[in-house]
């Protein structure tokens, strides 16, 4: 069973601090690992993507992939009350160019307040 | 949401009835999908299309059928509505290639009396 798994929160934290955002996956084979935020009321949007082990940064937010552990995550720095959202982890890429089978696997998303 | 719309972005309708979702993209990508999403389930992928005339199941297709006969539009209907298919439906598009990137339309609020 493919299953992608993320804390549902809320996870909360003061302004300026750091927050950290988890997600596991099952399927070993995975092999591409999106971030996307949504707003309520609101579309999801694409944060970030990762491919590769290790660190990729942008701006205050820097995904971080482990696939021997199977996990991915995402950290806020300097987090701002424009950051409360809810984060979305999806995991795809088990046959990256697999023709008809492109399909990604959604967490059902951690919730994140950025009090002030 | 730049690149895709969705028609029409609320709708009503009553138990029974057809309804059909319109999902437009102008970004020529290949691939097309519909998800619905509610709390407690996320999203979940109803149909996706890979091409014009090339679609299949996702997850939770029962009661929807989908039709794609340009590449910019990807249609989603439910055949007869019922209240278990109050939702928001998302429709998302990706392009070909190595990319899986998935990008967003603005959703449709459709509830079922």
């Known amino acids: 069973q493919k299953e992608v798994e993320q804390n549902s929160g809320p996870l909360s934290v003061p302004e300026g601090a750091i927050a950290s955002l988890n997600c596991t996956y099952s399927?070993?084979?995975?092999?591409?690992f999106f971030w996307y935020r949504q707003y309520s009321g609101k579309s999801p949007e694409l944060i970030m993507f990762?491919?590769s082990n290790g660190d990729k940064e942008d701006g205050r937010f820097t995904a971080q992939l482990n696939k021997a552990s199977q996990y991915v995550s995402l950290l806020i720095r300097d987090s701002q009350p424009s950051d409360s959202a809810t984060y979305l982890c999806?995991?795809?890429?088990?046959?990256?160019?697999?023709?008809?089978?492109?399909?990604?696997?959604w967490g059902l998303g951690t919730s994140l307040a950025v009090n002030p | 949401d730049a690149g895709i719309t969705q028609s029409p972005r609320h709708k009503v309708t009553e138990t029974g009835t057809p309804v059909t979702l319109r999902c437009h993209q102008t970004?020529?990508?290949?691939?097309m999908y519909w998800y619905r999403q509610d709390p407690g389930h996320g999203l979940r992928l109803i149909h996706y299309?890979?091409?014009?005339?090339?679609?299949d199941k996702g997850e939770v297709s029962d009661g929807y059928s989908v039709s794609r006969s340009k590449t910019e539009d990807f249609l989603l209907t439910l055949e007869s509505a019922t209240s278990s298919q109050t939702s928001v439906y998302f429709c998302?598009?990706?392009?070909?290639?190595?990319?899986?990137?998935?990008?967003f339309g603005p959703g449709t609020r459709l509830l079922v009396l």
């Open positions: 999806a995991v795809g890429g088990v046959a990256r160019n697999a023709g008809n089978n492109r399909k990604l696997i």
């Open positions: 399927d070993r084979g995975s092999q591409s």
């Open positions: 998302a598009i990706s392009e070909s290639g190595g990319k899986e990137t998935q990008y």
């Open positions: 970004e020529n990508h290949r691939y």
């Open positions: 990762i491919y």
């Open positions: 299309s890979y091409g014009v005339k090339d679609t």
